[in-house]
């Protein structure tokens, strides 16, 4: 049984495609250097007095919204997600009418006694901020936060998943994105 969380590890993401209603995705790419990870239930509260009671609670589940921080974001994030463009010698541009594509994005928690692996199935990403500090007597390493927020598949409305270790799909589970699978099938 899991007393207490800590550890991010096996920060994965995989570029969302949209074709005609149907969500796919790439294959998962692994990203180093995962420092924290911090996700905000998203969604307003409905509460409806009749009786002198909240005789009616509901919420609506719109996601998450955060922020991820890596280490340092691979160039080859910024190119597939972000939309910066390579030139023939390697340069990489940061186009101002670039589009951030959706992300699955996967990870899991060393602290978890069961390694329960996670995904998030449509993440929008903002660019980093540009960020770092002179060397002084120690070296403090500066880190790449970007803003998320998970929202709900637009083809099943699922925000997220997770499967622990035994469960069908565990082991390939950062091999592609796992998606709904109907009991009996």
């Not at 899991?2 to 920060?11: D, Q, R, S, T």
């Not at 035994?166 to 709904?180: H, I, L, P, Q, R």
Request: a negative charge; proline letters at 4%.
């Amino acid at each position: 049984m899991n007393k207490i969380k800590f550890g991010l590890k096996n920060v994965h993401y995989a570029v969302v495609t949209e074709t005609a209603g149907v969500i796919t995705f790439e294959t998962p790419v692994r990203i180093l250097g995962a420092v924290s990870l911090s996700l905000t239930p998203k969604g307003d509260k409905t509460e409806f007095y009749a009786d002198d009671m909240a005789y009616f609670v509901a919420t609506s589940n719109q996601g998450y919204e955060g922020s991820l921080e890596i280490a340092l974001i691979p160039d080859t994030f910024k190119v597939s997600v972000l939309g910066e463009k390579a030139d023939g010698n390697g340069v990489l541009f940061e186009d101002s009418s670039a589009i951030p594509k959706n992300i699955a994005l996967m990870y899991e928690f060393s602290g978890d006694v069961n390694a329960t692996r996670h995904v998030n199935f449509n993440v929008s990403v903002a660019r980093p901020a540009i960020e770092s500090t002179t060397k002084g007597t120690s070296i403090e390493p500066s880190t790449d936060t970007i803003d998320v927020t998970a929202s709900p598949a637009t083809d099943t409305g699922y925000v997220k998943a997770k499967a622990k270790l035994g469960d069908t799909g565990y082991d390939a589970f950062y091999e592609s994105v796992y998606v709904y699978v109907p009991e009996g099938v």
